[in-house]
């Protein structure tokens, strides 16, 4: 699950990005387009290179792909997985970031939270917060375990999001909205997810358990 996060990263920065309601859902589809043909291309390179018990032996495939295909040159695909999780990390620090600032201007966390840098408009408060409650949960333990159990989590959520969105169409039909969705979509992401949480906790019940 965590390899298709991000889609939702970019939500949190509406207020920051240039006409949202034409530039945020073309954002995500073309994004979300190209980081799935993507990956199923390398998935498909995989299965190609390295054997089944290649796989069950090293967890690391990408390690033994690199190692067969490009021989003394097997930095290239480490290389490109370092890349790949500072783009990663700053999404995270961004999104992250906005949504301790928009609870905080909402009086749901601390005002010291709502602070942004008068230069740059940056949450710093928010960006530190963030930075030290993630550096604590890398000492818990097992960094696959946080993995599990965040990304479960976070599906969680975002079933609660959508089901709110339902329940406010159906409560608020006239209320203004920038974006609207066809009802059919949520519904579709709803079972969904659903399937996935459902399969992620039968998958590893010990490691999604921890952070719920």
Same mark, same amino acid.
């Given at each position: ?6 889609? =939702?990263?970019?939500?949190?920065? @509406? ?5 949202? @309601? ?13 980081? @799935? =043909? ?9 299965? %190609? ?18 190692? /067969?295909?490009? $021989? /003394? ?13 500072? $783009?990663?990390?700053?999404?995270? !620090? ?7 600032? =928009? ?8 005002? !010291? ?57 159906? /409560? ?6 920038? %974006? ?22 039968? $998958? ?9």
């Amino acid at each position: 699950m965590f390899a298709y996060q991000g889609w =939702a990263y970019l939500n949190s920065a @509406t207020e920051e990005v240039v006409n949202p @309601t034409r530039n945020l859902p073309l954002a995500i589809m073309i994004s979300m387009s190209i980081c @799935t =043909a993507v990956y199923v291309a390398f998935n498909a390179a995989l299965y %190609v290179v390295v054997t089944p018990d290649e796989m069950l032996i090293n967890p690391a495939a990408a390690v033994i792909f690199s190692n /067969k295909v490009y $021989g /003394k040159f097997n930095f290239i695909i480490p290389l490109c997985v370092s890349i790949s999780t500072f $783009g990663s990390s700053n999404g995270i !620090i961004m999104m992250s970031s906005r949504l301790y600032f =928009a609870g905080a201007r909402e009086g749901h966390m601390p005002a !010291i939270l709502a602070m942004t840098n008068k230069h740059l408009h940056t949450p710093i408060p928010a960006v530190i917060l963030m930075s030290t409650v993630s550096i604590i949960y890398i000492f818990i333990g097992d960094v696959f375990v946080l993995i599990n159990a965040s990304q479960v989590t976070a599906l969680i959520a975002y079933i609660a999001v959508a089901l709110a969105l339902i329940w406010l169409r159906h /409560k608020m039909p006239d209320a203004p909205r920038p %974006v609207k969705v066809n009802l059919a979509f949520p519904v579709v992401f709803i079972i969904g997810s659903a399937i996935l949480v459902v399969s992620s906790v039968q $998958g590893a019940p010990k490691d999604t358990s921890k952070f719920e």
